[in-house]
Structures are given as structure tokens and as C-alpha cells.
């Protein structure tokens, strides 16, 4: 059974994950797109890169035990699917 500090890496680095890929799959393009559609004055990308950040953002440099950072620093850019 996974510790409590364990169990909690393990969350973020889950949503580390799912933030720094935001944008590149069909459920979140279609997220994207109601959210620009329903306030404009955020673009596509503006959304994709502020989630990117927040991926970035929360990298805790030294805290996995088998060294390097805990979440992927590397954004992608998004694949742009406009309909």
C-alpha cells in the first residue's frame, strides 16, 4: 500500500500529465472550443498555454525520490482542430 506523501505524488503527476497534454485529444479540443465560444476573449491558445503553465507551474524540482522532478516539463503544441 502506497504511503500518503506517495499516493499524492502520484495525483499530481497524474494531472501534470493531463494538463501538459490539454488540447491534444478530441474531449479537450471540445472543452476548448465551448469555452472560447462562450467568452472569446480567451483564444485557443490562450487556454492550451495557461494550462501548459499550470503543468509547468506545479514541477516540485528534488521531490521524487529517484531524483529529477516529479511532473513532464515539456509542453506540446496543440493539434488545432477547428470545425
Request: glycine share 10%.
Amino acid at each position: 500500500m502506497e504511503n500518503s506523501t506517495e499516493k499524492w505524488i502520484s495525483v499530481f503527476v497524474s494531472l501534470g500529465d493531463r494538463l501538459a497534454d490539454f488540447g491534444h485529444d478530441t474531449c479537450s479540443q471540445e472543452i476548448i472550443a465551448a469555452a472560447v465560444a462562450a467568452n472569446p476573449w480567451f483564444s485557443y491558445e490562450d487556454i492550451v498555454f495557461a494550462a501548459g503553465a499550470l503543468a509547468t507551474g506545479w514541477t516540485v524540482r528534488g521531490s521524487n525520490p529517484g531524483g529529477g522532478e516529479i511532473f513532464r516539463t515539456v509542453i506540446r503544441a496543440p493539434k488545432k482542430s477547428r470545425s
